[in-house]
């Protein structure tokens, strides 16, 4: 059974920093291509940020490209996300997913950026 368990999320004010880790169980991990995706409220899933099976390759969103890390670690199958300099329009349930829809993905972890 595929198990994803965010955790790290909180809230924070404007210009703060998180880190959210996602750990895996029920699949081969270092063979999947890994994904965060997150859910404001009253909107739909947004893809947030991919990164390759051995980490070699990332990508994000344009929304938060130069303020966002995706990075995993696969002998521990976890997957991380460093939120630096948030704003409050990153506001929103995070999910971490085997693809870049969310159509597989955790019971996600919420984050607050409110002054």
């Known amino acids: 059974e595929v198990q994803l368990v965010e955790s790290g999320g909180g809230q924070v004010q404007p210009g703060g920093s998180l880190r959210l880790t996602c750990v895996a169980s029920?699949?081969?991990?270092?063979?999947?291509?890994m994904s965060w995706v997150r859910q404001a409220p009253e909107k739909g899933l947004e893809w947030v940020s991919s990164i390759s099976n051995r980490g070699t390759f990332t990508s994000y969103a344009d929304s938060v490209n130069g303020r966002f890390t995706i990075s995993r670690d696969n002998a521990k199958n976890t997957l991380y996300l460093q939120l630096n300099s948030l704003k409050p329009e990153d506001t929103a349930i995070y999910y971490c997913?085997?693809?870049?829809?969310?159509?597989?993905r955790g019971q996600g972890t919420q984050v607050t950026v409110s002054s």
């Open positions: 997913s085997k693809d870049r829809r969310g159509d597989s």
């Open positions: 029920g699949f081969i991990f270092e063979g999947e291509e």
